[in-house]
Structure formats: structure tokens, C-alpha cells
């Protein structure tokens, strides 16, 4: 199964993070990321995975590039530095900035049933008119797409952002939250692979969405033949 990943942040260890995941080597030097990708093959609770990690410029003069990969990514880690207040500040947007570039117009279509009579016989005694109506509207941003908030740097001794306001706001928008040290590996393993099982379970979710959607308008088609058949 193929998985694809996105950073939205610069400036807080991300490209560390990749490169500890795929390398196994931390990376000391800060060099601004504009755009690289990694893949990289795990097996992740019995079943064979293909990560591929776009990491990509967090400054805002690329902005228009983040969110064209934005609309292509499967799943979102929400990364912060413990040590930057600002870093964890940029999360909410960032969270609300991806669930709005995945949420797509969509069209459905509404039906009116009109009954004419148009010629006396027994052959064609009423004919039904069908008004077929197709409206598009725009749904509202969801809170299930797969994310997740990674604060990283946690082997620093000092912090600048509070563990527990962290929690609570992981818990308010409903997605897991992890501390990771890309510099002695701790949880990077943990954040990749938890947000794979997210990926997976918005992919059920779908699916079985999907599946009574489709079961609905079956049995909605049939309800409206049935009260169209007065020939």
C-alpha cells in the first residue's frame, strides 16, 4: 500500500525527521528545504507500506507551491519545535489551511416528479415529466482528514511551549499527537507509522461511506420508479 506524506512548517526539524526515518542519521546543519522527497519500503502492523515523504519549503514565498502538494497529499504531520512558541502558534492555521484545499466542490442532484396528462387513450393515457436539476456546492472542511501533531526537539532542556495546552489541542481537533527527538530518534518511528494507521482508517471510513452512499441512491432509484408508476 502507498502512502503519501506532507510537511506544511519550516524551521522545526522536519527534514531532520525524514532524514533520522530513512537514514538513521541526524542531521545537524539547517539548510531551508524547498522541496525533497523520500520513500521508503516498512511493514507497519503485518502489512508491507511504501512512505513517500514530500518534505517542502515552510517559507511563505512558496507558499503557492505547498498548497499545490497540500491537494495531492494523503496525510499531514503537524509538526512544531518545543523550543519555538511561534512554531506551535503556525499549527491551527496550518491545519485549517489543509482541510480547506482538501475539501472539494462536489455536485448532487435533485429531482421533481411531475405527473401531465397529455393525450386520452389507452395507449399513452399520462406521461411523466422528469425536471432533472444539477446544483454544485462546496462542502465544509472535515475534521477526520488524516493529521497528525508532532512536536519535535523534545531532547532540549528548555521548552517554550507547554505540553498540556499541546494535548488539549490535538484533543479539540480530534488527531493524535506525538513528541519526537529527530536527534536521538525518539518517536520517529512512532509519527510516521501512527499516521499511516490514520491514513488507513480515513480510507475505511471512505470506503464504507462510499459503499452507503451508493446503497442509498439504489433504493432512493427504486423508491422514485415505484411512485412514478402510474401508466
Do not use: W
Amino acid at each position: 500500500m502507498h502512502f503519501r506524506f506532507h510537511f506544511p512548517d519550516g524551521g522545526v526539524g522536519k527534514s531532520a525527521l525524514t532524514i533520522q526515518l530513512i537514514q538513521n542519521h541526524f542531521v545537524e546543519e539547517y539548510d531551508p528545504t524547498i522541496e525533497d522527497s523520500y520513500r521508503k519500503q516498512v511493514v507497519i502492523d503485518g502489512e508491507t507500506c511504501l512512505l513517500d515523504i514530500l518534505d517542502t519549503a515552510g517559507q511563505e514565498e512558496y507558499s503557492a507551491m505547498r498548497d499545490q502538494y497540500m491537494r495531492t497529499g494523503e496525510g499531514f504531520l503537524l509538526v512544531f519545535a518545543v523550543n519555538e512558541s511561534k512554531s506551535f502558534e503556525n499549527i491551527g492555521s496550518y491545519r485549517e489551511q489543509v482541510l480547506s484545499l482538501k475539501c472539494h466542490p462536489i455536485r448532487y442532484a435533485t429531482y421533481f416528479f411531475k405527473i401531465k396528462r397529455v393525450k386520452d387513450s389507452e395507449e399513452v393515457p399520462m406521461i411523466q415529466i422528469l425536471n432533472f436539476q444539477l446544483k454544485q456546492i462546496s462542502l465544509q472542511p472535515t475534521d477526520a482528514h488524516p493529521l497528525l501533531v508532532v512536536g519535535n526537539k523534545c531532547d532540549l532542556p528548555q521548552r517554550a511551549v507547554d505540553m498540556r495546552v499541546v494535548q488539549e489541542t490535538a484533543k479539540s481537533y480530534g488527531i493524535p499527537f506525538i513528541e519526537t527527538s529527530a536527534k536521538t530518534r525518539m518517536g520517529v518511528d512512532d509519527a510516521f507509522y501512527t499516521l499511516v494507521r490514520e491514513i488507513r482508517k480515513y480510507k475505511e471510513k471512505v470506503a464504507k461511506d462510499n459503499k452507503k452512499r451508493k446503497s442509498r441512491k439504489a433504493k432512493d432509484q427504486l423508491g422514485h420508479r415505484s411512485k412514478c408508476a402510474l401508466l
